[in-house]
């Protein structure tokens, strides 16, 4: 079992930055890939970047492509997200999902395991 803990959120105003931080607890970081994932209220939770197990390969949402960008410390089982430039529309909870895939699937948020609680983000103008 695997417990995941996001922070780093709060309130920014429009052109601002965040950065995002989620600690895994009680498994094998390394054995994962680590996803970020936002829900606007009203709205379905939608992908944001992930991660693969070694780092080596990422992937963004083409809203947050250039703005946004995923990494992770495998020695401090963290994985972030920076957030640069951000928009109204950014504002949102985020969550961290843990997931056993590789690469395939890596957008789909029912291959994810295990779920943080989410951090409040919140873009004003």
């Known amino acids: 079992q695997v417990q995941l803990v996001e922070s780093g959120g709060g309130l920014v105003q429009a052109g601002g930055s965040l950065r995002l931080s989620c600690v895994a607890s009680?498994?094998?970081?390394?054995?994962?890939?680590l996803g970020w994932f936002r829900q606007a209220p009203g709205q379905e939770r939608e992908f944001v970047g992930f991660?693969?197990?070694?780092?080596?390969?990422?992937d963004h949402a083409d809203s947050v492509k250039g703005r946004f960008t995923i990494s992770r410390d495998n020695a401090k089982n963290t994985v972030y997200l920076q957030m640069n430039n951000l928009l109204p529309e950014d504002t949102g909870v985020y969550y961290c999902?843990?997931?056993?895939?590789?690469?395939?699937?890596?957008?789909?948020?029912?291959?994810?395991?295990?779920w943080g609680q989410g951090t409040q983000v919140t873009v004003s103008t």
């Open positions: 999902g843990a997931t056993t895939v590789v690469w395939s699937s890596r957008r789909s948020e029912l291959y994810y395991l295990y």
């Open positions: 009680g498994g094998t970081f390394r054995n994962y890939g």
């Open positions: 991660i693969s197990r070694n780092g080596g390969n990422t």
